[in-house]
């Protein structure tokens, strides 16, 4: 039907979202066990504990930036 190339793309793309959004869905779950805290409820409520209980008033806040350079 289209450009095999294409086709070819398409399918490991979205063999990739299928293979990727349980793998996303555990960590969901781990992170919630950890934290002692329901993140999938919170993407509904838009309310979250931060800092999560247990984690030290240093890690205040979010610094996404922080976790690609290991510091
Ligand atoms: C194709 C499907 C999905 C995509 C593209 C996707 C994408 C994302 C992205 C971009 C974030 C980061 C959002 C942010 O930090 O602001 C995120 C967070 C998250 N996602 Fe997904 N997601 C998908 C499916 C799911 C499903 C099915 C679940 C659970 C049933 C889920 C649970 C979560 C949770 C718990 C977080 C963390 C929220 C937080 O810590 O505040 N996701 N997702």
Redesign the pocket.
């Known amino acids: 039907m289209g450009h095999p190339l294409i086709e070819a793309l398409h399918e490991t793309t979205s063999n990739l979202?299928v293979l990727l959004?349980p793998v996303?869905?555990a960590g969901?779950l781990v992170?919630?066990l950890l934290e002692r805290q329901n993140?999938?409820l919170?993407?509904i409520t838009g309310n979250?504990r931060w800092p999560p209980p247990g984690a030290e008033a240093d890690d205040a806040r979010p610094r996404p930036a922080a976790a690609l350079v290991d510091c």
């Open positions: 979202v959004v996303h869905v969901a992170s919630s993140l999938v919170s993407m979250k």
